[in-house]
């Protein structure tokens, strides 16, 4: 059972961000704490104790729409679908994910938070940690942005060697044969590409539950803007797509976790809503499971 909810949660994808502006010089309401300031100060004071953040919307593979908004010191995410939010925030940075229907909560660790941002299991030991800059040039959003490729098959390669090309193609180097060989044989396998942007720059303990390990890159502090999965046939998936980037103010109150929820006993707990325990595995479209789509998603991303 505990597998099966493991999927559930590396079935959670992020980001979709709606910004509805008020009147002029009204402070616009658009989630929980956000605060879009326009362009008259007819109403001064609305807005007070703001910070700026960046508000996302993103298309994801299981969920449709999801609700982003980040900022130097905080992430909230939000998806309507499985009625769940995601806090963090300095200065523990602990993630914690709240059920609006059961009205439970429950912190998760590390490699619990990795299965939620990178929608799959971590990868053994043997997979490449250092990526491979594929494409430069790219607007997503209207964002600057780079393609980097994570393979799920190192080739026989060194993670020393592999670290160096990373290295040598964030610098521009002329790559020697051995190295043309080692991207070859990565292109070729399954793998993951990671869209990111500089221009949005976030704490590495935020990057840090989206991201595997980024060696030599000068994005290890981005969020993905599109996330791909290339199986081993050639297969490309995409998990999650930025459709929408806005600059936004916001209150800091925006990454605190609301009242009201008593602390899960686990994963389990945490997902389905108590009157489902008698039939988690029901069939009910209004079940999170059901929802989730869990063998679909399964499918995709072995």
């Given amino acids: 059972m505990s597998v099966k909810f493991i999927f559930v949660l590396a079935a959670l994808s992020w980001g979709v961000v709606l910004v509805t502006l008020a009147p002029a010089g009204l402070c616009a309401k658009t989630a929980p704490g956000l605060c879009v300031k326009t362009t008259t100060s007819a109403a ?34 939000h998806n309507d679908k499985v009625g769940l939010t995601l806090l963090m925030h300095a200065p523990d940075w602990k993630l914690n994910a709240y059920n609006e229907t059961n009205k439970k909560y429950l912190t998760l660790n590390r490699a619990e938070a990795l299965e939620v941002f990178q929608h799959q299991r971590r990868r053994d ?19 600057p942005a780079v393609c980097y490729c ?8 060194s ?9 040598d193609l964030e610098n521009g180097k002329k790559l020697t044969a051995e190295q043309k060989k080692y991207i070859d044989n990565a292109l070729t396998h399954e793998r993951r590409e990671y869209y990111l942007s500089k221009g949005i720059s976030v704490s590495p303990r935020i990057s840090a539950v989206f991201l595997e390990k ?70 009910s479209s209004s079940s999170p499971i059901s929802k989730l789509n869990i063998g679909k998603h399964e499918d995709a991303h072995r």
């Fill in 44 to 77: 001064s004071g609305l807005c007070a104790k703001t910070v700026p953040a960046w508000h996302i919307k993103q298309s994801s593979y299981n969920l449709g729409t999801v609700d982003i908004t980040v900022a130097k010191d905080g992430l909230r995410w």
């Fill in 214 to 283: 980024i060696a030599a890159t000068a994005y290890g502090d981005s969020l993905p803007l599109r996330m791909i999965q290339v199986g081993s046939g050639g297969t490309r998936t995409t998990v999650l797509d930025t459709t929408e980037i806005k600059r936004v103010s916001i209150s800091p109150d925006t990454f605190k976790g609301p009242q009201g929820y008593k602390k899960a006993e686990n994963k389990i707990a945490l997902l389905v809503n108590d009157s489902e325990f008698d039939d988690f595995e029901s069939d």
């Fill in 150 to 157: 994570y393979a799920h098959d190192s080739g026989g390669f």
């Fill in 159 to 167: 993670d020393t060697f592999a670290v160096k090309v990373t290295s």
């Fill in 125 to 143: 030991k043997a997979g490449m940690e250092a990526p491979i800059r594929v494409d430069k040039g790219l607007v997503i959003a209207g964002m």
